[in-house]
């Protein structure tokens, strides 16, 4: 039996402005309550610039929603003109930040190894990296992807010890799934979530298999996610689009009433 609390983090991307982000969050905290708080952790993802506004009202309000952010420097501190590092997330105790989003990894060229010195910052910080693994259309009708994915997995967490990965989240976005209305089969998710915890019980070893948390991301709503969330190896979703809608969201959260419903 797993222990793998749930976790539900929406990824904000380039959207909403701090003051949007407030009026976001406080939707989202009101159509929310404890019951879901103690079943699924919730996250916010959020631009840089609406990080000190989400916090001051979560702390403020004692809202059980966590929050983070979307991409973290590599380096500590120093002359790297608008990046933004582990020390200064940390400052506003932030619980998340993703690292390796297939969008930076094509509009920004970030490659695995990067992927695995800002998961390294972030930890350094008491911080969860969100390491994100997937593969494009042409990988998939290669009929490479599991492959693809175990190995950028492996790449996206060179250094990192066996308790930094359990102290991290990976999460398998399908690059052709993302944004696009086209969500993978929960089979096709589960396969390649159950790759990535069996590269990392031969990484490392069971231990880390069964600790580490793996999401599946790539058109998440209300409508697929109880049936996502029933493969073994699918422990929450990192949805985009959906994730700005406070009620597709809480149904993204409620999953199980939506399983309940349909048995
Ligand atoms: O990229 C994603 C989350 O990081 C997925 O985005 P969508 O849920 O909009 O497909």
């Given amino acids: ?20 982000a407030m009026k976001h969050v406080q939707e989202l905290a009101f159509s929310l309550n404890d019951k879901d708080f103690d079943a699924v952790d919730v996250a ?13 009202l979560v702390q403020g309000d004692k809202l059980r929603i966590r929050y983070g952010a979307q ?45 695995a010195a800002k998961a390294l910052a972030a930890l350094k910080h008491g911080i969860t990296p969100i390491v994100c693994v997937g593969e494009h259309l042409d ?17 996206s967490l060179a250094g990192l010890s066996a ?11 399908p690059v052709w799934a993302i944004g696009t209305g086209e969500v993978a089969t929960p089979e096709d998710a589960q396969e390649v979530c159950a790759a990535i915890r069996a590269e990392l019980a031969s990484l490392f070893d069971e231990s880390v298999a069964a ?7 790539g058109s ?13 190896d699918i422990d929450g979703a990192l949805v985009g689009g959906a ?3 406070a009620a597709d969201f809480t149904r993204i959260i409620r999953y199980r009433d939506a399983a309940v419903a349909a048995s």
């Avoid at 993802?45 to 916090?55: A, G, H, I, M, N």
């Avoid at 998440?220 to 073994?232: C, F, R, T």
């Fill in 243 to 245: 994730s700005l809608d």
């Fill in 71 to 115: 991409d973290v420097s590599e380096h500590a501190s120093g002359a790297y003109t608008g990046d933004i590092s582990a020390a200064m997330l940390g400052k506003l105790d932030c619980a998340y930040v993703v690292v390796g989003h297939s969008e930076r990894r094509q509009y920004h060229g970030e490659t695995d190894a990067l992927v």
């Fill in 139 to 155: 990988v998939r009708k290669s009929g490479e992807h599991v492959a693809h994915c175990v190995e950028q997995t492996r790449g």
């Fill in 44 to 56: 916010v993802l959020v631009p840089f610039t609406d990080l000190r506004s989400v916090q001051t």
């Fill in 211 to 217: 600790a580490t948390k793996i999401l599946y991301g």
């Fill in 163 to 173: 308790d930094q990965v359990k102290a991290s989240v990976i999460a398998y976005e």
């Fill in 1 to 20: 039996m797993t222990e793998r609390k749930p976790l539900m983090a929406g990824n904000w991307k380039m959207n909403l402005n701090h003051f949007e």
């Fill in 220 to 232: 998440v709503k209300g409508a697929n996610a109880a049936e996502l969330m029933a493969q073994a």
